[in-house]
Nanobody, 123 residues
Framework: QVELVESGGGLVQAGGSLRLSCAAS????????MGWFRQGPGQEREFVSA????????SYADSVKGRFTISRDDAKNTLYLQMNSLKPEDTAVYYC????????????????WGQGTQVTVSS
């Protein structure tokens, strides 16, 4: 069982930056692919970014490419999402997730989820 806890969300003005963290406990997340997803008001949960375990491949949604950077520190069992040049449309609850099924951008392939952290970008 992997328990995930996100932090780092908050209120920021457009153009600002935030760094989200996701701490894993219960067991190490070595061997798991990790991802970030978000869900805005009245919207479906959408893929934001993912990072593999083997090869450290990364993937980004087109809407965040060039602005967000995903990284992981396996020694600290922590996943990060650096978000720069934030836009009002980035406003959402952000979730981290862990998958033992390999590198994937599909939310249904992630077994473990955090409770989410709110990011609000004002214009």
């Amino acid at each position: 069982q992997v328990e995930l806890v996100e932090s780092g969300g908050g209120l920021v003005q457009a153009g600002g930056s935030l760094r989200l963290s996701c701490a894993a406990s219960g067991r190490t997340f070595i061997g798991y692919a990790m991802g970030w997803f978000r869900q805005g008001p009245g919207q479906e949960r959408e893929f934001v970014s993912a990072i593999s375990w083997i090869g450290r491949a990364t993937s980004y949604a087109d809407s965040v490419k060039g602005r967000f950077t995903i990284s992981r520190d396996d020694a600290k069992n922590t996943l990060y999402l650096q978000m720069n040049s934030l836009k009002p449309e980035d406003t959402a609850v952000y979730y981290c997730a862990a998958s033992s099924r390999g590198f994937t951008t599909y939310h249904w392939q992630y077994e473990y989820w955090g409770q989410g952290t709110q990011v609000t970008v004002s214009s």
